[in-house]
Structure formats: structure tokens, C-alpha cells
């Protein structure tokens, strides 16, 4: 099974690229998602099947998935940025979704 | 608008029981794929059930499993989750999300604002 890490933390300045991995052993070969959590908010979806952007979410928003390291990267951060975020995929194995354990973006 | 909303969440005992429902509007809700994820105080999600978008099959995390049921009404666009056996650590905000394939493999692209449970005595 599946275990998702990613950094508790992350905090940029105004205007400056935030990154965000997501580490959990061979993940090159799966879909890797992201959601957005905001204290009393339902969460949101910002990036699926590792780097597509539904719609409504700005081109600031980006993903990847190359060498087994999933990342959210975030350019021109904004105060509204400030959030949760949590990775996720499907681990076939064990027929379950899998959640990263989260990192709070800081907007310094 | 597309929605979901989720209700049936309050203080239960611990062995107690208590049903959620989520109900779903705005869009075709028999195509989808669904789930229930929580957030237990001070922590991150933690995906619970999956059931299938004719509710044929369904898949519960190991958490969970033996206690709580997943389950839907297509012809009433509901989603439930039946919880048993309810403990502390089941404490949690409860959300369902609506899966964008009917066999909820893929991605989670609407989701409900969530309902609360307390186990406590």
C-alpha cells in the first residue's frame, strides 16, 4: 500500500513560486490529484491527472510528475493562496484512495 | 448549480450509530461515482468509502471497514453512509465528493461543504 509525504509546511513571499511534493514511492505510473483545503471550506480540486487545471483555476497553478515526484507548484503566490493542500491517488492494490497528509501553504 | 450537501451529522455515543446522507443536485447524479472522506479535528483527509455509480460495488478503507456501509438512491440523487459501532476517533467532519468516473478511479471534482459528527459520551 500507498503511503503519500509531503512537507507539513511551505511559506513564500507575495509573488513568489511555492512548491509542493508529494513523495510516496513508485508514482510515476499513476495519476496524481490536488485538492486545496481552507479552514470551514469545502475542499477543491486545483490540479488532476498530474498537471491538468480544471476550469477556474489560474495558470499559476501547475503539476507534475517525473522521477517519482509528484509536485504542486504555485507561481505568483497570492494571500489567497493560503491553504491546505493534499495530494491523492488511487492505489489499485489495496482498491482505496490514498491521501498525502497535507501541507499548510504560508503567505508570508 | 451543481451541489452536494451533506446532513445527518450530530453527538452520538460511542457503540452508537448515526446515518449520513448527501444529496446531490445540478447534475446526473447515476453517472457518478462517490465517496466519503473526513477530517478529524487538527488532521488531514482521510478517504472512507466508495460506491460505484450504480451502486453494484463498493470499496471501504480498512479504518472502517465491518462498521460503516456506503450506499445511494439514484432514483432519489442520495448518497449515504451508515456508521456502527461508532468510536472517539471517528470524531470527524464528513464530506462526500462526487468522483468524475462512474467507478471512482479518477478525481474528485465536487465536493460537499461537509457535516459533523461527535462521538462522545
Known amino acids: 500500500s500507498y503511503v503519500l509525504t509531503q512537507p507539513p509546511s511551505v511559506s513564500v513571499a507575495p509573488g513568489q513560486t511555492a512548491t509542493i511534493s508529494c513523495v510516496g514511492g513508485v508514482l510515476q505510473f499513476l495519476k496524481i490529484h490536488w485538492y486545496r483545503l481552507k479552514p470551514g471550506q469545502a475542499p477543491s480540486l486545483v490540479i488532476y491527472d498530474n498537471s491538468n487545471r480544471p476550469s477556474g483555476i489560474p495558470e499559476r497553478f501547475s503539476g507534475s510528475n517525473s522521477a517519482d515526484r509528484p509536485t504542486l507548484t504555485i507561481r505568483g503566490v497570492e494571500a489567497g493562496d493560503e491553504a491546505y493542500y493534499y495530494c491523492q491517488i488511487w492505489d489499485y492494490g489495496e482498491d482505496a484512495v490514498v491521501f498525502g497528509g497535507g501541507t499548510y501553504l504560508t503567505v508570508l | 448549480q451543481e451541489r452536494l450537501a451533506e446532513s445527518g451529522g450530530g453527538v452520538v455515543q460511542p457503540g452508537g450509530s448515526l446515518r449520513l446522507s448527501c444529496a446531490a443536485s445540478?447534475?446526473?447524479?447515476?453517472?457518478?461515482?462517490m465517496h466519503w472522506v473526513r477530517q478529524a479535528p487538527g488532521k488531514g483527509l482521510e478517504w472512507i468509502a466508495v460506491?460505484?455509480?450504480?451502486?453494484?460495488?463498493?470499496h471501504l478503507a480498512a479504518s472502517v471497514r465491518g462498521r460503516f456501509a456506503i450506499s445511494r438512491d439514484n432514483s432519489k440523487n442520495v448518497l449515504y453512509l451508515d456508521m456502527h459501532e461508532l468510536r472517539a476517533e471517528d470524531t470527524a467532519t464528513y464530506f462526500c465528493a462526487r468522483d468524475y468516473s462512474p467507478v471512482g478511479l479518477q478525481w474528485k471534482d465536487l465536493w460537499g461543504q461537509g457535516t459533523l459528527v461527535t462521538v462522545s459520551a
Open positions: 445540478g447534475f446526473t447524479f447515476s453517472v457518478h461515482g
Open positions: 460506491t460505484w455509480s450504480d451502486g453494484s460495488k463498493s
